[in-house]
């Protein structure tokens, strides 16, 4: 595995850009709709009345969040096409600006549903519940002084007011943050104007006590800050009329450029790219539709905004600020908390040596506890016969659990490897600060390869044995990260098989050393040979299809954009073969095309869980010849070309089995949180056939976990 030459602007190009893999372009959907379109099968949660109140506030959120993103990278590299006079056409046949009308038409009615929801379901809703944000008007007098007297108190010293004059020029404006313009008068008349930044050290729902102190039920009152602040502005301009505030939020090109090739040290490279984050091209604005034009081209002008960079709303900006609400104490509007399983096996007390030696473990996250993970190298760490432990790090969270436990390994003498992945978007900051401390402690830590994010999750365990040195393995589909077991569905692997140790190993020198390898026993591996393998296989069902009849595919998976795979799917619909897809996120694929891709089912779930798992199962006639695959790669361009990526074999026929009956196929036939892709590109609620009981598959999984922990063949089955 040897990567290019990096070419950060290369990239940039294929990825926002042209590799449209020739042929008619109308085979493909555009990749930015289709981001589009998952963000509003999230916003379609936020409507869906069988969620709890709370939860659908949070859908709310993240869908801010989401689309708060998607203008910081996917918008921004359209726009920066744009700007640079870039003609390729996305894979789809659309040029740049093309693509950002098309983009524009859909975001603003998505941010008009967006705000409608709020405040026409979620608000009367959340007052009936005991939860009110109130507009600061119509408080009584009491309660504005209180308020009035908090901003006093604290917020005021920490608000710094900055003028806009031919003396002081138009302030910088931090990515995402929530602002006020101010237009003010002065005693002549003239108006004048003022930037106020609100900081993030206070809440944006700012509580309203009960000051009298009244009976009847509890309630909890809110203000926005915005409103606080706004109220109290002329105790920040005296001598000057206060004539509006008005709120804006400014959201800058996040695609940190790092020239890697020129970088003498990775690390420090990568924290002042992070920096240079804050200070990126202004990308878009979101005001209130009801702000003047004049103000608006105010803004405009000073921040250098063409007008399709402009979006007005109905209502708040940073609604992804919704999540303060979703905090609160209020169990009985959540979902119903659930325990995770701990498979048997590994809560018998016995050593993880012991365990794998007999059999695979296999979790299931969330549905099963990531604590076995910690197990893992909990005991890596402190069994006297284990040597070393090498492990990915791609995002790890805060107060983390693994990295303290390969500190301890280190503490007790191990020898520990760590390949941090400091160009992890938006967890950059968070990685630069475990991989000081990893070093501080002796572990070997590598920052990454050079025009290559390593995005592989493994673990690899070296441990001294009677009969001589043996490799104990944990592979993923998701991150080492107990916060986001909790709420992404992910798989992880342990496994003692030799083969598979000795591909996690010789990757382990790839990444870590200087090595070329493109073969490996039972991994597949990217760059290289993933995507070469995974077309193998689907041609392999074909020649199978034509020869028996029974040819069939089913992959779940967070996105499929990559043209060569979908044309290797298109080829084995055109063959006959029945193909399943589940796809959470963006598909550029068209299913139901006649001619073309008329076996091809598509559907998305969008539930309680981020669906993050990988499965690529591919039947070959079943038996032992079948296979299912696991991992962290989805078949983008991105994952196949410019990461290191790992999928892995089941190999346990008995739970493989499992895994494709009532794991796969069970999400496959979700009724319940499932949409149906169109082939224009629409999604359409999917809906049990007559007669036959809904399938809701996140709920089940609930219910049934633990389903996949089976007895080893032989054991009574």
């Given amino acids: 595995m040897k990567p290019a030459k990096h070419d950060p602007q290369g990239e940039k190009d294929r990825e926002e850009g042209g590799e449209a893999g020739g042929g008619d372009p109308g085979r493909f959907l555009n990749r930015e709709l289709q981001w589009l379109a998952f963000n509003r099968r999230v916003l379609e949660e936020a409507q869906r009345e069988s969620h709890p109140l709370l939860e659908r506030v949070k859908f709310e959120a993240i869908f ?62 959340l007052r009936d519940e005991g939860i009110s944000v109130e507009p600061f008007e119509e408080l009584r007098e009491e309660e504005k002084q209180y308020l009035g007297d908090y901003f006093d108190r604290e917020i005021f010293p920490v608000l710094t007011p900055q003028a806009v004059d031919p003396g002081r020029p138009f302030p910088h404006i931090s990515s995402g943050s929530l602002n006020l313009l101010v237009a003010l008068k002065d005693e002549k008349g003239n108006e004048r104007h003022a930037r106020v930044k609100l ?61 890697e090739d020129e970088a003498p040290d990775l690390l420090a490279t990568v924290a002042e790219g992070v920096e240079q984050r804050y200070f990126g091209m202004p990308v878009a604005i979101l005001v209130h539709q009801s702000t003047p034009e004049r103000v608006v081209r105010f803004l405009a002008d000073h921040l250098e905004l063409r007008p399709y960079q402009i979006f007005p709303v109905d209502g708040r900006v940073c609604m992804g600020d919704l999540m303060e609400l979703y905090a609160l104490d209020r169990r009985d509007l959540k979902d119903v908390p659930f325990t995770p399983a701990l498979p048997g096996d590994l809560a018998k007390g016995e050593s993880f040596a012991e365990v794998l030696r007999w059999r695979d473990q296999l979790l299931f996250h969330p549905y099963d506890s990531f604590s076995p993970v910690v197990d893992f190298l909990t005991w890596a760490a402190r069994d006297p016969q284990v040597l070393a432990i090498k492990m990915t790090l791609y995002r790890v969270g805060h107060n983390s659990p693994v990295v303290e436990a390969l500190m301890d390994a280190r503490h007790h003498g191990k020898q520990v490897a760590a ?61 080492y990260n107990p916060s986001t077991a909790s709420v992404y569905s992910d798989m992880g692997l342990f496994t003692a098989d030799e083969d598979i140790g000795e591909d996690v190993a010789s990757l382990f020198n790839v990444i870590t050393g200087y090595a070329r390898q493109k073969d490996y026993r039972k991994l597949l591996v990217a760059p290289g040979a993933l995507r070469g393998e995974m077309r193998r296989r689907i041609d392999r069902e074909v020649e ?44 550029c694929l068209r299913p139901g095309v006649p001619g073309l891709s008329e076996t091809i089912t598509v559907t998305s779930i969008v539930g309680r869980f981020l669906e993050h798992v990988r499965m690529y199962y591919f039947r070959a006639g079943g038996g032992e010849d079948e296979e299912l695959f696991l991992g962290s790669a989805d078949l983008m361009e991105r994952n196949l070309d410019r990461r290191v990526e790992v999928l892995f074999p089941i190999q346990d026929p008995v739970l493989r089995r499992v895994l494709c009956d009532e794991v796969l196929q069970v999400h496959l036939k979700d009724t319940a949180r499932a949409r149906l892709l169109q082939p224009d590109g629409s999604y359409v609620p999917r809906h049990p056939r007559e007669g036959e009981p809904g399938v809701h598959a996140q709920r089940r999984m609930v219910e049934n976990r633990g389903i996949w922990h089976i007895p080893a063949p032989g054991d009574g089955i």
């Avoid at 920052?447 to 040195?469: D, F, P, Q, S, T």
Wanted: overall charge positive; aromatic content about 8%; charged content about 25%.
């Fill in 64 to 125: 801010a969040s989401n689309l708060a993103e998607f203008f910081l990278i996917r918008f921004s590299g359209v726009h920066r096409q744009i700007l640079r006079g870039v003609a390729v056409p996305s894979p789809d046949g659309r040029t740049p600006a093309e693509q950002i009308r098309l983009l524009r038409e859909a975001i603003l009615p998505d941010l008009a549903e967006h705000r409608r929801i709020w405040k026409e379901d979620l608000i009367p809703l």
């Fill in 199 to 259: 900081p993030r050290a206070f809440p944006r729902f700012v509580p309203v006590p009960d000051v009298d102190g009244g009976g009847g039920p509890r309630i909890e009152r809110f203000v926005w800050l915005e409103d606080v602040v706004a109220a109290s502005l002329a105790t920040l301009f005296p001598g000057y009329t206060v004539d509006q505030a008005y709120p804006f939020q400014l959201l800058r090109d996040a695609d940190v450029e790092i020239q």
């Fill in 419 to 479: 390949m941090v992945e400091l160009k992890a978007r938006f967890d950059e900051k968070n990685n630069i600060v475990w991989a000081r401390a990893l070093e501080r402690v002796g572990v070997h830590v590598v920052y990454g390869l050079v025009g290559l994010k390593v995005h592989a999750k493994m673990c690899l365990v070296v441990r001294r044995e009677a009969g001589g040195i043996r490799k104990y393995v944990h592979l993923g589909t998701g991150n």
């Fill in 544 to 587: 199978r299809h034509r020869r028996h009849g029974d040819g069939y595919l089913a992959f779940k998976m967070n996105a499929l954009v990559d043209p060569e795979c979908i044309d290797a799917l298109y080829r084995a619909s055109q063959a006959g073969v029945p193909i399943d897809l589940q796809v959470r996120g963006t598909c």
